[in-house]
């Protein structure tokens, strides 16, 4: 066996010499994980309230979407949409049943299911004026963030990701959020779209308001524009609803998700509601390893446990008293801790200043997090969190705050 220290340095220098420079990682190296816990190379053990970014729903390696996972690999991996298969059917059946009656669409990760949602406010926009390149503009909202590709580049108005990269896809212009006569004020006839997370994840954890997407709805509807939904990372149960928008009451017209539907396989995909379902046809847009039979088994495996463990309920009766113990560090550190915002796992706790001496001293006390944009420390635990990991979270980052003062 390779010494530990010797593989660590190992790792280290391999990055240095060979990874693209393109993020700031934490100095760790994982190798293990098992529910809410991962085990560096040195053998110690964390709380994992990253969770890969909203990704690992099930926590790490959940026996049900491990032998599922295992017993595809040994089936069929990929055929390709050139082929029917039976899993990617079904899950397009189950994702309809959450979201309602329309069509899915499979890619590879969220970046790309919002590609296509901007798609389709084109193809819904040459639709709406008869002729292309005449109504194309989507109304998005400051702080947004949509992935790094162009158009979800184009659609994220930070500095610090659009910068080096103009021009970029034209066509965005950005509201603010929560303020509905902001984006009422840029609708003309040119306008397309609206396209919104419904939880900003990126920016801060930062919620739509019910009210406030109810207002959307109706200007989408006076106005003939689509509501596109951004659920890649609030979406899938992580509210304690399947979809975060379910709390307002609303139905948009088109959901992108990601991140945890495939509980850390990747797989990304789209719904469109059926008014607008035809606007893609055979030919106008398509992907070669969308949906997979391999990744649709690990998305069957991630709902059949949320459904089958009554996960969301779970979230919804377990986050009330851990927000409560979050929000007690509000009244506790009034210097450090400014406020706590989100719904269910998805959790931001503001602070004063760079969160990130915070992140390092959570992170050798055994807990890990990430943090958003403006001073927010982020709490994603799995769904299948307990009672008891929650409170140690608090626990954590109560010592944290008491010795950093
Ligand atoms: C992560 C994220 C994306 C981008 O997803 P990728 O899988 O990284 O391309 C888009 N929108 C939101 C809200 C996200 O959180």
């Known amino acids: 066996m390779i010494p530990p220290a010797i593989a660590r340095t190992n790792t280290a220098d391999l990055y240095d010499a060979h990874v693209m420079k393109n993020y700031a990682r934490a100095p760790l ?13 040195a053998g110690q053990v964390y709380l994992d309230f990253t969770s890969g970014i909203a990704v690992s729903a099930l926590g790490h390696c959940h026996p049900h979407w491990v032998a599922a996972v295992q017993r595809q690999a040994a089936q069929l ?65 400051q702080n947004a963030f949509h992935g790094r590709t162009f ?18 896809v034209a066509g965005f212009v950005f509201g603010e959020l929560n303020n509905l006569d902001s984006f009422a004020a840029l609708i003309d006839d040119t306008t397309a779209a609206i396209f919104v997370e419904t939880i900003q994840g990126e920016g801060g954890i930062n919620p739509c308001q019910p009210e406030f997407l ?12 689509l509501l596109l939904l951004d659920e890649v990372q609030c979406g899938i149960g992580r509210t304690g609803r399947f979809f975060s928008y ?19 396989f990747p797989i990304g995909a789209v719904w469109v509601g059926a008014r607008f379902a035809e606007l893609f046809h055979p030919g106008n847009h398509g992907t070669t390893f969308g949906g997979t039979p391999l990744a649709c088994a690990a998305a069957h495996a991630v709902l059949d446990v949320l459904e089958q463990e009554k996960i969301m309920e779970q979230v919804r009766a377990q986050s009330a008293p851990w927000h409560e113990s979050l929000r007690q560090l509000v009244v506790d550190f009034p210097r450090q801790v400014l406020a706590v915002r989100g719904q269910g796992y998805l959790v931001g706790v503001q602070v004063a200043g760079d969160p990130a001496p915070l992140l390092a001293a959570m992170r050798s006390r055994g807990l890990l997090a990430p943090s958003a944009g403006g001073n927010v ?29």
Not at 29 to 41: F, H
Not at 159 to 164: A, M, R, V, W, Y
Not at 214 to 220: D, E, H, P, V, Y
Not at 377 to 404: C, D, G, M, N, Y
């Open 29 to 41: 190296t994982l190798v293990r994980g098992q529910g809410a816990q991962v085990w560096d190379d």
């Open 77 to 141: 991996v990929h055929v390709s949409n050139l082929f029917r298969h039976p899993l990617q059917a079904d899950l397009a059946r189950r994702l309809v049943g959450y979201a309602g009656p329309g069509r899915v669409f499979f890619c590879n990760s969220g970046a790309e299911a919002n590609e296509a949602l901007i798609k389709l406010a084109r193809l819904h926009g040459m639709e709406k004026s008869g002729e292309e390149g005449k109504c194309y503009k989507i109304i998005c909202a």
């Open 151 to 168: 158009g979800g580049m184009s659609a994220t108005p930070q500095e610090k990701i659009q910068k080096g990269f103009r021009p970029l």
């Open 214 to 225: 109810s207002g959307l709805r109706r200007l989408c509807d006076q106005h003939n524009l």
């Open 246 to 264: 379910e709390h307002a009451g609303i139905t948009p017209d088109a959901i992108g998700m990601a991140k945890g539907l495939g509980g850390g």
């Open 377 to 405: 420390v982020r709490l994603l635990p799995p769904l299948t969190a307990t009672a008891e990991e929650l409170a140690k979270s608090v626990e954590i980052f109560r010592a944290v705050l008491a010795t950093s003062g």
